[in-house]
Each structure stands twice: as structure tokens, then as C-alpha cells.
């Protein structure tokens, strides 16, 4: 793992999301274990617990009153310095399973490369796909900041992983009939895909004034793929890409001065 600087504060991250979020806390535990950090780090789980934590209303977004209470009751408990929320990474891999035999990939602006003999789909309409998806559950970063009075910040997932191996492993592990009829599925499909959801992410993140943490360049390759020492799966992250997440939160929201 990244080496971790002590800190001397003894305060608390709170993380609040996905699936993107394991890696991050088993990091955290173990440094903290280990005695590298001194920041204690809680995760309230979404997946299972708030399968839909964010719905419309009388044209209005309602968060979930349970995952509100839960979240507050936390902050008060400790002395929370940041709650993170890795929300919703696995988006983009989802999206490109339809219920059809046909793949396709997307043009995004300034990324040329697309897969060959592929149906090619506009880049604005994913994009505008996933603000729709995006745009109510990001929402509650500045619902939380305002309620709790507190610093909040947005964890993009990382990018896929170049090996295409591991990508049709994933694959197969859910469904063997997806693998087969998905097997020529390139790894800058996917890419393509992340590009996109990202894009609408930032955009979002950006037009509600909500701060947003990239992937850390050091994790990536020169293509922007997920370094092959990090990669969990196809989508996720491992623990040691979890503890440069958690160094990168360290050090700008721990460190000795704030």
C-alpha cells in the first residue's frame, strides 16, 4: 500500500455510497490497524440497505428519511471532518449489456479511438442518460453539506482495466450467457462508456458547486486505464487503490493544518 503519513488529528471519515466504497474503508481500517493513521473511518453501506435512496416527488427530490437519520446520527456521534460519497460507480459497465446481441460504443468528443464493427451511438445521448440517473442522487452531497454543516466531496470511480481477460472473468462470473454472447467486448468499450458517465458526473458535481475527487493519476496508465496492481475487477478498484484514494482525502482534508 501507499505509504500514509500520521496525522494529528483524531477525527472521523464517514463514507456514504456503493460498491467503490469497500476498497476505500478496508484500507482505512487496516492503516488505521496498523497504526499509519490516526483518522477513524465509518461506511454506511447503500447497496441492499437504500436500494433507492432518492425519488421524485411532486416535482421535487425526497432523499430517504432512514439514510438521512443514519448519516446524522454518525456526524454527531464522532468528530466527523469529511463525509465521501462513492456513489453509483458501476454505471457505465451496466449500461453496456442491453438485451440485444448488439454492441455498441460511443464517440465521445476528443477520444477518437471506438471499437470496429460495432453500432456507434452518439456521445449526447448516453451522456444525457446519465445526468438523468446522476443528477438526483448526486444531489444529496449538497443536502447532507447544508443540513449537517459539514465538508462533503464526490469519489468518481475508476476507470475499467485494460485486460480483457479480466473483463469477460467478470463477466462470466454474472452470467455465462452474457459472457458468450459479449465475448468480443473491448476494454475501450467500457472506457468509452466511463468517459462518458464521468463527463456527466463532473458536469454535475461542477453546476451544483459540490467538490469532486478524480481517480489519482498516479493509479492510472497512460491510456487513463486502471493500473493492472490496482484492479479489483473489470469495474472495481482493490485495496490498494482504495489507500490511494483515502491518502489523496488525507491530505487534503486531514493533514496538520485544517
Known amino acids: 500500500m501507499s505509504k500514509i503519513l500520521k496525522t494529528s488529528q483524531n477525527r472521523s471519515l464517514l463514507i456514504v455510497g456503493h460498491s467503490h466504497s469497500t476498497a476505500i474503508h478496508n484500507a482505512a481500517s487496516h492503516l488505521k490497524r496498523d497504526g499509519i493513521v490516526e483518522v477513524d473511518c465509518d461506511i454506511i453501506q447503500l447497496f441492499g440497505r437504500y436500494p433507492d435512496f432518492s425519488n421524485e416527488e411532486n416535482g421535487e427530490i425526497v432523499y430517504n428519511a432512514s439514510l438521512i437519520e443514519e448519516i446524522s446520527k454518525n456526524f454527531d456521534k464522532r468528530s466527523t471532518k469529511l463525509i465521501a460519497f462513492p456513489l453509483y460507480g458501476s454505471e457505465y459497465y451496466m449500461i453496456c449489456f442491453p438485451n440485444t446481441t448488439r454492441q455498441f460504443d460511443i464517440m465521445v468528443p476528443g477520444h477518437d479511438k471506438v471499437a470496429k464493427d460495432v453500432e456507434l451511438v452518439p456521445f449526447e445521448i448516453v451522456y444525457e442518460m446519465a ?11 449538497p443536502y447532507i453539506q447544508n443540513k449537517l454543516n459539514c465538508e462533503a466531496v464526490y469519489i468518481l470511480p475508476p476507470p475499467p482495466t485494460e485486460s480483457s481477460t479480466t473483463i469477460l472473468n467478470h463477466i462470466a462470473a454474472q452470467s455465462k450467457d452474457i459472457a458468450q454472447r459479449y465475448a468480443s467486448l473491448t476494454s475501450g468499450q467500457l472506457y468509452n462508456s466511463w468517459l462518458t458517465y464521468a463527463r456527466a ?14 481517480p489519482p493519476a498516479r493509479a492510472l496508465t497512460s491510456d487513463g486505464y486502471l493500473q493492472p496492481h490496482l484492479v479489483q475487477d473489470a469495474v472495481h478498484g482493490n485495496i490498494h487503490y482504495g489507500a ?4 489523496d482525502l488525507i491530505d487534503h482534508f486531514f493533514d496538520d493544518n485544517t
Open 131 to 141: 445526468r438523468e440517473k446522476y443528477k438526483k442522487y448526486i444531489g444529496i452531497i
Open 201 to 214: 458526473a463532473k458536469d454535475i458535481c461542477k453546476e451544483q458547486n459540490i467538490r469532486l475527487f478524480a
Open 244 to 247: 490511494m484514494v483515502f491518502q
